[in-house]
């Protein structure tokens, strides 16, 4: 037995808060709390992870876009010789006419709205939706078949194109520069009569590809604008090198475009060399002067070299109207192979009485080359969305991105489901739209990465302070209380 | 013995013809496509992820890069700079709104020029990460986005403290090799790159390209797992070191490249000096699918790789608009090949499949003849 405590000390016991009751209720609600807190801590810091529709995303992926032409040829009898002049084309040129495949009907077999109509006529030439073909020489039906091809699916062999084309936006801004490397050495430009130029030229191709890409104009003019090199200089005249085109730009100092909007811009510039340097010609590879004026950067837009005559009194000058309507005239020729409009086909013209630039058949093609490249691209995105929220394993998925996600799946629906050219494409333009916009919601980014190391590092010092203690003192009560058991155990059998 | 002669110059003439014709191919591809590569455009982000005055050197980093991809020809446009900022204008700093790139002060790297996209506080690792990955909140402006696609070749230059398999944001944050892996990934997924060059001068920086797994990414870094990267040098009067030895070093090196220059990777590797920069720097190219001598300094650092120059009009006043260049491409000659384009519907190379058949078949016949007639020796002898 321990000695009596002398009487000016209390007996520990009989303090209150050293009641047994009271100290273990306090260490009790200490856990109770730890213990409810988990599951909200658990809430709060996990990610929301929606699932996405992956078996319906799988087997959309796989599904492969072939968009079908019917022709209508004015002859019962030609249309089954130009259906088995496909076939033949098909088994060698089967990369070619993987995304489009053309139904040749007769006259009675027609649908109610073909395509187009091929009619009979002595020089190939399209009117509307109809072109005029020689149809009964059976020597020339081959070549017939191949106009019919060009103009449907134009040939994109050539790397070069491919590279050249912008890449497809529903909107685009096209930026016009008139660029004076020097206006204060004289005989420059000083305006160009920019409204003329866009209303001839430019704005009847907008309107005419409306249906595909919107279009935002801006223009400026500028007084001075330095060339980043020297151009090679020999007797008289001046000229550029392949080289020299590469890094024309001088991107550290002109600035060609506002940064206005996030659209792709596509760039037009009338280069105006400055005394000192005229004329200035594009040289070709072996040093000779190219009767060529301009030249295109890929995807970036297009520039134009203009050497006005020198002003003997050395005045700036407006740009004179018909070389105004000559260079819009270069620039709309650019802007349609940088938009990847293709051409009519060798020796095909278009009618007289069309009044349109483009006849239907080339923004026909254009609209099944972009149908299918908006289609890769949404399919290819939606797999790529699915891969990373499967590989990443902390990337949230938050109901938009789940919406986009639908709504481009339900695009692709329509696109393969749909009859009409026109829908199709707008259908593929949406479910591409949607997908990228799913892709880079800003939502779905990652929490940065961890690793389990790292975890134990910023954990343990944080809590095995906190938790160490309240360990110890729920060991030692539960300890205290057996003892106390056993021992009452004991006096009862005494 | 005649048969066997004949057989066996027939053989020797078979593989010949097969190796020439190989040979004629290899060349015209070549000259078609000279090792070159795809992209249309260049971009660049450029972090520095430290901030404080002693940490001068770091913003030198960034700066001389931004000086160096500047001159040699990518727009301000598509480049991204992260930069704390707080040296040029810092209290401490003798030569307000400067920042020098060598002890003597010879350059000043902050020039009139300096575009800064993400300033201070804004350089985190979510920044980064959201540059890259694209996925931004729409009010995001143009200048601090990277816009880049399929065709684009991105540079990105890193610069900080960091240590194994990951770089400090502002002594605040820090990144890891992980996550920069994930974001290229992404990128790839979504085509935002053609090619990458990673470059990252920290400490233990070869860690930090050690966890990519996305293809077409080149990397270097300044130094090895367990290694440090040190200052070039101080300058007396700023009071701390100027700028690291392994940026120095390239640096100085692209100090001799232009914006036509035909020097390849391979020849910047080559100037790596462990006894210059104290440390070792270390290349992966495992990712990257071209031979590093074929890859030029300038698909990286330069501006434009193609320029295509377009026939003149025909008529030019004609209304016509069937004479476009698109469709007749042997009318077009694209810069970067030798005027030799040959039209393409008349003649299309042998493809590679036949190529490698006739090669095989000219070895095989001849390795078939060579074995018979070793195989044979009796009748060798008798023959004699």
Known sequence: MPSPLPASLKDPSTLFYQSHAVKRSVITSYWIIILFSIPLWWYTTSIQRLSLPEARIYSYAQRHLKIPVEICVEDDGVAPKLQDIFASRLSHESERWGDVEPHFHGRSHCPDTPSYRVRNGPKPYVRENEIYLPLYDQHRLSSTFDVLADLINPCREATNHNNRVVQFSPQYRLAFTLLNEDAAMGSSVSNWDIQAGLADRIKPILNQLRPLHNFTIESQVQYHGRLAFSPQTNDESHGLTPEDLTVFINSAEWSLSSSASNDPVIHFVLFIPSTAHRPLHILTSGG???????????????????????????????????????????????LLSLLGVPSLPNGVEHHASDSTILSRWQIDALKRRRAVENTKGAQETLMSIVRLVNQIDNM?????????????????????????????????????????????NPGMLALLYFPAEHKYAVYTPLFASAVIPLFVAALKEIAAWRRERREGIERERQ | MHLVAFLYVLGFLSSVWAFSTAAVNDLFERNAAPGASKHTNNWAVLVCASRYWFNY????????MYRTVKRLGIPDSNIILMLADDASCNLRNKFPGSVYANPGRHLDLYGDNIEVDYRGYEVTVENFIRVLTGRMDSSVPRSKRLLSDERSNIFVYMTGHGGNEFLKFQDNEEIS????????????????????????????????????????????????????????????DIGVAVIDAFTHYILEYMESINKTSQMSMQDLFDTYNPDKINSHPGVRSDLFNRPLNKALITDFFGGVAQAEVVPPMEELLDDVYQALPDAREETTTPVDIPSHTTPALTFTPPSNNRRTVQLWAGLGLMGGLVAWVFSRPTTRKQVS
């Open chain 1, 396 to 440: 949230p998925v938050k109901d938009d991105v789940k919406g986009d996600v639908q709504g481009a799946l339900d695009a692709l629906e329509k696109t393969f489901s749909a009859k009409s050219l026109q829908d199709i494409f707008k259908s593929s333009a949406e479910a591409t739209t949607l997908a990228s916009r799913a892709f880079f």
């Open chain 1, 288 to 334: 000779n002067i190219s009767p060529s004026k301009s030249f295109l950067l890929p995807q970036w837009g297009s520039i134009t070299i203009h050497n006005p005559p020198i002003d003997d009194a050395g005045r700036n000058n407006d740009l004179a109207s018909q070389i105004n309507d000559q260079i819009f005239h270069e620039f709309s020729r650019q």
């Open chain 2, 177 to 236: 090799a992980f996550d920069i892996a994930d974001a290229f990934e992404q990128m790839y997924q979504k085509k935002r790159y053609n090619e990458i060059f990673f470059m990252i001068d920290t400490c233990q920086a070869n860690s930090m390209y050690s966890k990519f797994y996305s293809p077409n990414i080149l990397a270097t870094g300044s130094s090895e797992v367990g290694e440090n990267s040190y200052s070039y040098a101080n300058d007396n």
């Open chain 2, 57 to 64: 050197r770091h913003m030198a980093n960034a700066l001389g």
